[in-house]
């Protein structure tokens, strides 16, 4: 699968089958998101795998679609908001690049919000200095969703002279 297949294809997956996802395999997907674009190479980001205690802890509603592995991804906060800025937005390369190196290889993942939530932090033991950027689902989808309507590019692009 080509990079352009590759983002045009992938989904947020609803619903995981129970296989498992190899560490190694795992790790490669990390290993190429760290090629994220990054200001000044400060490479903001931390990975938590979060185990089964965790998780539970977490309370997501579905469970994040019964996925075998759930991660949660940080980012590292600064005193000035442009830096801070600068550190989300890096982390969330890194996170797309690995949404996307997964995807390649036939494993979707699962978008969410939840470690924002009151408690998450003490629950996902997030350091001083960091903070959640998503959770991620991580596993072989039980089922690819139907890719939803986007915007055409020509509503969203402006020319300045």
């Not at 998503?134 to 020509?154: D, F, Q, S």
Request: with cysteine; proline share 6%.
């Amino acid at each position: 699968m080509d990079v352009k297949e590759a983002i045009v294809g992938r989904r947020n997956v609803k619903q995981f089958k129970a296989d498992e996802i190899e560490r190694d395999q795992l790790l490669r997907w990390l290993d190429t998101a760290r090629y994220a674009p990054n200001h000044r190479m400060v490479e903001p980001w931390q990975v938590v795998v979060v185990g089964p205690d965790a998780r539970a802890a977490l309370h997501h509603g579905a469970n994040f679609g019964d996925a075998p592995v759930v991660l949660a991804f940080l980012s590292k906060t600064a005193e000035h908001p442009v830096d801070r800025d600068e550190n989300i937005i890096a982390t969330a390369c890194f996170v797309q690049n690995f949404c996307l190196a997964a995807w390649s290889d036939g494993v979707g993942t699962r978008w969410t919000s939840i470690g924002t939530k009151p408690g998450a932090r003490e629950i996902l033991q997030v350091p001083e200095g960091y903070e959640v950027v998503v959770v991620l689902g991580v596993g072989y989808p039980a089922e690819v969703p139907v890719a939803k309507e986007r915007t055409p590019i020509a509503e969203k692009l402006r020319e300045l002279g």
